[in-house]
């Protein structure tokens, strides 16, 4: 649930608001300016946890990747699906 709610972030943090001011209206008083900080609240402590677990995105191409060349990976597989498939037709 958790690499969930760290995925999407944005959505939780809606839902989340969305909520708190359900409750607070339930509750008698319906305070929007409270739901809406306390969703910035947890898309902040969701973003620093995403930070911290994060690893590589798409957009990070400066993150050391352990030495592993991951375009001659991609190649291999590539030229073993293409030999696979052209041993598949006789």
Partial sequence: MLILAVRFRGPMSIAFAILCLFGTWNAGEAQPVLAAIMGIVLYGGLA??????????????????????????????????HRRDRESRF
Avoid at 59 to 78: K, N, P, T, V
């Fill in 48 to 81: 620093i946890i995403g930070s911290i677990f994060g690893g590589r995105g798409e957009l990070d191409h400066e993150a050391r990747s352990g030495d592993y060349d991951y375009a001659a990976e991609q190649a291999r597989l590539a030229s073993e699906y």
